[in-house]
Antibody
Framework: QVRLVESGGGVVQPGRSLALSCTAS????????MHWVRRTPGRGLEWVAAISHDENEKFYADSVKGRFTISRDQNTLYLQMKSLRTDDAAVYYCARAWSGDLKNAFDIWGQGTMVTVSS | EIVLTQSPGTLSLSPGERATLSCRASQSISTSYLAWYQQQPGQGPRLLIYATSSRATGIPDRFSGRGSGIDFTLTISRLEPEDFAVYYCQHYGSAPLITFGPGTKVEI
């Protein structure tokens, strides 16, 4: 069964850091490009970052560029978040690019991990 | 950046009825890069439709998509109880310019 499971969410103060993980199972992780997407009550779904299967390409939304870093190894996707702001609070999802290509739609999603940014 | 607008914001219908959801882009987009997702409370989104009209694996044929240019539509021909959820359209294919619409809630 193809599955993605996020972890690492929690409560963090503004300006601090937090690292999210996404563990993949049931398929060959190294063949697939991956994304992070977040959801907030006010802004809905927002694409955050993407990484190609071989890590040669990394892309970021303007709102997180310079503060967030996407990476991967083995069967795990990561999102290192620094200088967190209150508007980074969201449920964060990892998602797989269909057929591995970052140009494709997102065919598998995790259940999400919640990040709360509050003093 | 392409902005996607969805209407209506909320659609109140009964099981067995037909649902028509609209997604409008701020500029013309390729039909190859328009997708629809369904999200249930507490779950991640589920891919329903990609490339405007292709159903994803395992998606029942009561879900269909169409459109071109700036106007795209998701139709659910006969609503089942499990179809009451939030639906998002997405323009993909061009990271970092991937965008989602604000969503349409289909409620009973």
């Amino acid at each position: 069964q193809v599955r993605l499971v996020e972890s690492g969410g929690g409560v963090v103060q503004p300006g601090r850091s937090l690292a999210l993980s996404c563990t993949a199972s049931g398929y060959t992780f190294s063949n697939s490009g991956m994304h992070w997407v977040r959801r907030t009550p006010g802004r809905g779904l927002e694409w955050v970052a993407a990484i190609s299967h071989d890590e040669n390409e990394k892309f970021y939304a303007d709102s997180v560029k310079g503060r967030f870093t996407i990476s991967r190894d083995q069967n795990t996707l990561y999102l290192q978040m620094k200088s967190l702001r209150t508007d980074d609070a969201a449920v964060y999802y990892c998602a797989r690019a269909w057929s591995g290509d970052l140009k494709n739609a997102f065919d598998i999603w995790g259940q999400g991990t919640m990040v709360t940014v509050s003093s | 950046e392409i902005v996607l607008t969805q209407s209506p914001g909320t659609l109140s219908l009964s099981p067995g009825e037909r649902a028509t959801l609209s997604c409008r882009a701020s500029q013309s987009i390729s039909t190859s890069y328009l997708a629809w997702y369904q999200q249930q409370p507490g779950q991640g989104p589920r891919l329903l439709i990609y490339a405007t009209s292709s159903r994803a694996t395992g998606i029942p044929d009561r879900f269909s998509g169409r459109g071109s240019g700036i106007d795209f539509t998701l139709t659910i021909s006969r609503l089942e109880p499990e179809d009451f959820a939030v639906y998002y359209c997405q323009h993909y294919g061009s990271a970092p310019l991937i965008t989602f619409g604000p969503g349409t809630k289909v409620e009973i």
